[in-house]
């Protein structure tokens, strides 16, 4: 279903992604050899990145619906139900695996080459690579199971 957005939502989105990629550009999550650092434990900086956002996204998703009725440029929060199963847990080891082996993760990808960093096109095409295996895989259990 297609989402209509106002020209305030378009511009707050923007306003988001900036301020996304600027924080990644900022605490270097868009050079491979800190993410590599950070996983084999010689340089904790990422650290406090990851509390940070973990710390935001508490207070946003919890904090925020208990003192607003609704959201800013939207009509109701809206749940968001997860159910932990074998999918979404091999699908979380997967994606660690390959952020530790290439020290690469998407968002900060997208943001590295925003910042001129070619060399993480072949990063992102194996993450293309994956995502389109995975729909195709995905595909075939569905009509497996109808």
Same mark, same amino acid.
């Given at each position: 279903?297609?989402?209509?957005?106002?020209?305030?939502?378009?511009?707050?989105?923007?306003?988001?992604?900036?301020?996304?990629?600027?924080?990644?550009?900022?605490?270097?999550?868009?050079?491979?050899?800190?993410?590599?650092?950070?996983?084999?434990?010689?340089?904790?900086?990422?650290?406090?990145?990851?509390?940070?956002?973990?710390?935001?996204?508490?207070?946003?998703?919890?904090?925020?619906?208990?003192?607003?009725?609704?959201?800013?440029?939207?009509?109701?929060?809206?749940?968001?139900?997860?159910?932990?199963?074998?999918?979404?847990?091999?699908?979380?080891?997967?994606?660690?695996?390959?952020?530790? /082996?290439? *020290?690469?993760?998407? !968002?900060?990808? #997208?943001? @590295? =080459?925003? $910042? +001129?960093?070619?060399?993480?096109?072949? %990063? /992102?095409? *194996?993450?293309?690579? !994956?995502?389109? #295996?995975? @729909? =195709?895989? $995905? +595909?075939?259990?569905?009509?497996?199971? %109808?």
């Amino acid at each position: 279903m297609a989402q209509t957005k106002s020209p305030l939502g378009t511009v707050a989105t923007l306003a988001s992604g900036l301020l996304f990629g600027f924080g990644l550009a900022w605490s270097t999550m868009i050079r491979p050899e800190s993410v590599l650092a950070f996983l084999t434990f010689d340089d904790l900086g990422l650290l406090f990145v990851l509390g940070c956002a973990v710390g935001v996204n508490l207070l946003a998703y919890q904090l925020v619906p208990r003192l607003w009725s609704r959201p800013l440029l939207g009509t109701a929060f809206q749940p968001r139900p997860f159910e932990l199963d074998r999918s979404a847990l091999l699908g979380g080891v997967l994606f660690g695996v390959g952020w530790g /082996l290439c *020290g690469v993760c998407p !968002g900060p990808a #997208l943001a @590295g =080459l925003g $910042a +001129g960093n070619l060399d993480l096109l072949i %990063a /992102l095409a *194996g993450i293309f690579a !994956g995502a389109l #295996l995975h @729909g =195709l895989w $995905a +595909g075939r259990q569905a009509q497996a199971a %109808a």
